[in-house]
T-cell receptor, first 111, second 113 residues
Framework: GEDVEQSLFLSVREGDSSVINCTYT??????LYWYKQEPGAGLQLLTY?????DMKQDQRLTVLLNKKDKHLSLRIADTQTGDSAIYFC???????????FGIGTKLQVIP | AAGVIQSPRHLIKEKRETATLKCYPI?????VYWYQQGPGQDPQFLIS???????DKGSIPDRFSAQQFSDYHSELNMSSLELGDSALYFC????????????FGEGSRLTVL
């Protein structure tokens, strides 16, 4: 995760909005992703955004991309206890076919 | 819907032993990836295969090897195991490797004693 940076922990109350931030370094990344990992489980792709977009909305999820600052964010509206998990920002660095993950942000939702 | 199947789910080995992990990708997915995730760490890319050929290599130790077979399943072989190899090993597959849409298995937890 040396090229993708995220804060480690976020705590929100149920019903509030959560915003998870990520900074990536490879400006040639074509796609940027958000994956979710629940305890003891594999990673699940939540959503992704193409690099020529600045916003994507999918139900309760909103992804914002600022290419100039290489900043990606995931907003979860009306956060539920089931949203408690680790959220990984990820990219495919230019010239590679592998997905590189950030360190992950642990989201804790307080009832 | 079929998912990525990994086996075994849990494996306990002693130092210097050998372990083999198996991965069965989603049908029609032609690319397989192996990731290693240590406790509290992000998944680290090890190696990937596209159409049975190695397509990319990450931080895979020389003690590890992998291959993809004619039926597209993949195996990760780990020899001379060290304590630091204890981790969750994830396999993922994709239908279109350019999009980065990976479908992950539940992982194989390796514990080296």
């Amino acid at each position: 995760g040396e090229d993708v940076e995220q804060s480690l922990f976020l705590s929100v109350r149920e019903g509030d909005s959560s915003v998870i931030n990520c900074t990536y370094t490879d400006s040639s990344s074509t796609y940027l992703y958000w994956y979710k990992q629940e305890p003891g489980a594999g990673l699940q792709l939540l959503t992704y955004i193409f690099s020529n977009m600045d916003m994507k909305q999918d139900q309760r999820l909103t992804v914002l991309l600022n290419k100039k600052d290489k900043h990606l964010s995931l907003r979860i509206a009306d956060t539920q206890t089931g949203d408690s998990a680790i959220y990984f920002c990820a990219e495919i660095p230019g010239g590679y076919q592998k997905v590189t993950f950030g360190i992950g942000t642990k989201l804790q939702v307080i009832p | 819907a079929a998912g990525v199947i990994q086996s075994p789910r849990h494996l306990i080995k002693e130092k210097r032993e050998t372990a083999t992990l198996k991965c069965y990708p989603i049908p029609r997915h032609d690319t397989v990836y192996w990731y290693q995730q240590g406790p509290g760490q992000d998944p680290q890319f090890l190696i990937s295969f596209y159409e049975k050929m190695q397509s990319d290599k990450g931080s895979i130790p020389d003690r590890f090897s992998a291959q993809q077979f004619s039926d597209y399943h993949s195996e990760l072989n780990m020899s001379s195991l060290e304590l630091g190899d204890s981790a969750l090993y994830f396999c993922a597959s994709s239908l279109d490797r350019s999009t980065g849409e990976l479908f992950f298995g539940e992982g194989s937890r390796l514990t080296v004693l």
